[in-house]
C-alpha cells in the first residue's frame, strides 16, 4: 500500500512543491540528519524514500524525476495540484486511468484469444 501523498503548495518563490513536514525539515537542517548518509546507507523501501523525499519537500517537478518515484504516484500527485483532489482522490484516479489504458491495451490480443470482437471486450455491460 502506498504512503497518502503530502499536500502540494506553492511556496513564496512560486515553486509547486510538497508541503513539508517541520520535524523532517529540522533533523535535516540542524544536521542530526544527514542526506548523503542515508542514500549510502540504502535504507528504507522505494516506497519509503518516495515518502521521505515529499515529507522535507521536494518541488514536484523534481520529484517527479527522482528514481523512487513511482508513475502512479507522480500522476495522482499532478491531480492533486492540477485539479484540486484529495491524496485519496488522486490515487485512485490514477489507478483508474492505469487500468483503462491496460484495459484498452489488451483488448485486441484478448478478442483474438477467446475469439470476440474486441468491442464485446470493453463494452460496460
Not at 522535507?56 to 499532478?78: F, K, P, R, V
Not at 495540484?81 to 483503462?100: D, F, I, N, P
Not at 474486441?118 to 455491460?125: K, Q
Request: contains cysteine.
Amino acid at each position: 500500500m502506498s504512503f497518502p501523498l503530502q499536500p502540494i503548495i506553492t511556496d513564496d518563490q512560486g515553486v509547486v512543491r510538497f508541503k513539508a513536514n517541520g520535524i523532517v525539515a529540522y533533523l535535516l537542517e540542524s544536521g542530526a540528519i544527514d542526506l548523503n548518509v542515508l542514500h549510502e546507507l540504502s535504507c528504507g523501501t522505494p516506497e519509503d524514500w518516495e515518502q521521505f523525499n515529499q515529507l522535507i519537500g521536494y518541488s514536484l517537478s523534481a520529484w517527479g524525476g527522482l528514481q523512487h518515484t513511482s508513475d502512479e504516484s507522480w500522476e495522482a500527485a499532478n491531480m492533486m495540484h492540477k485539479q484540486g483532489l484529495s491524496s485519496l482522490q488522486a490515487r485512485l484516479e490514477a489507478v483508474e486511468g492505469e487500468l483503462a489504458a491496460l484495459r484498452e491495451a489488451m483488448a485486441d490480443p484478448i478478442a483474438r484469444l477467446y475469439g470476440k470482437h474486441r468491442d464485446d471486450l470493453l463494452s460496460s455491460d
